[in-house]
Nanobody, 125 residues
Framework: VQLQACGGGLVQAGDSLRLSCVVS????????VAWFRQSPGKEREFVAANRFSGNYATYAESVEGRFTISIDNAKKTVYLQMNSLRPEDTAVYYC???????????????????WGQGTLVTVSS
């Protein structure tokens, strides 16, 4: 599985942005897909995850209610819709995928074996 992420940019606080991650090959419904982010000097942290079937969305508390992870099976693309952005959302965002992640590990960075290149999101105050 190869991943290609894009959609980052510079926005103001309160704005919205949508990230995209194209998944190569033939992703099955059981494929776990996730978004993580990393700010300078901080560890990479979980943002959102789901199975490619779209039935198991889970979010970090810090983004719950503002961010939405969605899947377009026809386009083999995972989206992260980010609304009401805050300066603390500034980070490099990474998409990740793995075929063997049990539901209880969807939020675990170490559970994912495939990573896309990061896309930078900068939110100004």
């Amino acid at each position: 599985v190869q991943l290609q992420a894009c959609g980052g940019g510079l926005v103001q606080a309160g704005d919205s942005l949508r990230l995209s991650c194209v998944v190569s090959g033939r992703p099955s419904g059981r494929l776990a897909v996730a978004w993580f982010r990393q700010s300078p000097g901080k560890e990479r942290e979980f943002v959102a995850a789901n199975r490619f079937s779209g039935n198991y969305a889970t979010y970090a508390e810090s983004v719950e209610g503002r961010f939405t992870i969605s899947i377009d099976n026809a386009k083999k693309t995972v989206y992260l819709q980010m609304n009401s952005l805050r300066p603390e959302d500034t980070a490099v965002y990474y998409c990740a995928a793995s075929a063997s992640v049990i539901l209880s590990n969807l939020r675990s960075r170490t559970a994912y074996s495939n990573w896309g290149q990061g896309t930078l999101v900068t939110v100004s105050s």
